[in-house]
């Protein structure tokens, strides 16, 4: 079946146009110039819209175990979320823990998400061993699973820590089979010894999360980070989940060296803050808890993130999806930070939160989609299957209304929290249509998809390779 997107504004990476855009089955067959197409097939009428490609998510924690409970989405409550969000691809992180077969890990999580997903999926591979087996799996994940891209954590120690010995061995390996390392950048051992100082002090609020890592010790990582994949021969590097001025500046300069890192950040490091969320009264500031922590609004953080959005040294927005609720959940941590589960839920509104920094004149519509979408999916190896509006891409499509408007909510979200860590936000935008693989999902606010119907998507390496 043959559907017309007629009257649009397309959004690429070079920049909007109008256009007519073709799709036929599960892709984009053509895109004609304005009133060009050939009659006959079924037609949805953007004008007034944007028309921009599903938008690709590189980083969530569906149903990840993690600081004594797990996160709260499913593959099924979380992929719904997204795509109603505008999302149609995430590639979530399987995990490998301490003493478990690589492979292993990978097939619990294929079995978490087979049969569950609204849209298209694929997985990282956290390594929380890296150890000769591990480092074989790295191959064989690369060669036939479709696993291309491997995190490594410099933070906490005991669960998913790798000293740098061992982070070294997974960067050459990954030099040698094309693989992108991941790094979660924050000093471990270090924050360790704050955090204990801190509550032997009685200091156990939500704040002193993060009081207790403070951007020195991301950016020390950061840089640890860069030089040690200098010395595996330049493996290519991706820095997750930024958020802080100091930890851009190293990226920053390794970048201007001409170095292969690159970094992704998060909407919570775009808007919220130490002491506006984290600092909440009493022990509402749990909501916010996540690692890397919200910096302090005192400091440039966020106008320095927008900044590196514009000039590339931050190539990707990702969500870092890892949603707990406050009952049961965060709760954990009353009486004591270091308890409360790490992580929070977005996956629902990355798109939005992006397009409110168009409005804010902070990004460009072509930005706005390049970070969202195109460069995440040549990040990853899945370009041009997504990420582009093209002939002989997935027909992962959404219309955006830049005349709608977006508040956002718990009453009406659709993650499967008891809270919003965006709660009464308001967008200058809304998402008004999605389409994946050709299949309305979501129109004018009504869910019409289906779990089950999104399919793993085995990733190439990294378009950035060299
Ligand atoms: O707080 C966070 N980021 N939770 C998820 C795990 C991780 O480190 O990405
Ligand atoms: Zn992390
Ligand atoms: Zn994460």
């Known amino acids: 079946m043959s559907t017309l997107i007629k009257n649009g504004t397309v959004i690429g990476p070079t920049g909007p146009y109008a256009a007519d855009v073709l799709v036929d089955g ?49 593959f099924d409550t979380g992929t719904r979320a997204a795509a ?41 591979m956290i390594l929380g ?25 410099m933070a906490y120690p005991g669960v998913f820590y790798s000293d740098d010995g061992q982070i070294l061995r997974a960067m050459q390996k990954a030099r040698d089979n094309g693989a992108l390392i991941m790094m979660h950048a924050e000093n471990g051992p270090a924050i360790d010894v704050l955090v204990k100082q801190a509550l032997e002090r009685g200091e156990t609020d939500p704040i002193h999360h993060g009081l207790t890592r403070p951007q020195e010790l991301e950016a020390e990582a950061t840089s640890r980070a860069i030089w040690l994949a200098s010395v595996a021969a330049d493996c290519p590097l991706y820095i997750v989940h930024l958020s802080a001025s100091k930890a851009l500046e190293q990226v920053k300069a390794a970048r201007d060296l001409g170095r292969n890192v690159f970094a992704e950040t ?10 506006d969320q984290l600092g909440a009264p009493g022990f509402e500031g749990a909501k916010w808890v996540c690692s890397t922590p919200l910096r302090s609004k005192h400091e440039s953080h966020r106008a320095d993130l ?45 798109v939005d939160l992006l397009y409110q920094g168009v409005v804010d004149g902070k990004l460009s519509l072509a930005r706005w989609v390049e970070t969202i979408a195109t460069t995440p999916a040549r990040m990853f190896g899945m370009y041009p299957k997504k990420g582009i509006i093209a ?33 009464g936000w308001e967008i200058g935008g809304k998402v008004d249509t999605v389409l994946s693989r050709g299949e309305v999902i979501a129109s004018g606010g009504e869910y019409t998809g289906r779990a089950g119907r999104g399919k793993y998507v085995p990733r190439s390496l990294s378009d950035y390779l060299v």
Not at 129 to 153: N, P, R, W
Not at 266 to 275: A, D, M, N, S
Request: charged share 20%; glycine share 12%.
């Open 306 to 350: 927008w900044q590196g959005l514009r000039t590339n040294d931050l190539s990707v927005v990702s969500t870092d999806h890892c949603p707990f609720c406050m009952k049961d959940q965060k709760e954990l941590g009353v009486g004591d930070f270091s308890k409360i589960p790490n992580g929070i839920g977005s996956v629902e509104h990355r």
């Open 26 to 74: 599960e892709t984009i067959a053509a895109i004609f110039a304005p009133g060009q197409a050939p009659d006959g097939p079924e037609v949805i009428d953007a004008g007034g819209k944007y028309v921009i490609p599903g938008a690709v998510d590189a980083h969530t924690h569906m149903e990840l175990p993690f600081g004594g409970t797990a996160a709260s989405d499913t």
């Open 84 to 124: 109603i969000g505008g999302t149609t691809t995430i590639i979530d992180f399987a995990v490998q823990r301490y003493g478990e077969v690589v492979q292993d890990g990978l097939a619990a999580w294929h079995a978490k998400a087979a049969g569950n997903c609204h849209i298209d999926y694929g997985f990282h």
């Open 266 to 275: 998060c909407p919570q490091y775009l808007y919220l803050t130490l002491e």
């Open 129 to 153: 061993g890296v150890d000769d087996d591990s480092l074989k799996a790295m191959d064989q994940l690369v060669g036939t699973e479709g696993i291309t891209s491997f995190k490594l954590f």
């Open 391 to 423: 002939p002989g891409s997935d027909a992962d499509i959404v219309l955006y209304d830049p005349n709608g408007r977006t508040r956002i909510s718990v009453e009406t979200h659709h993650m499967n929290m008891d809270h919003s860590a965006w709660e």
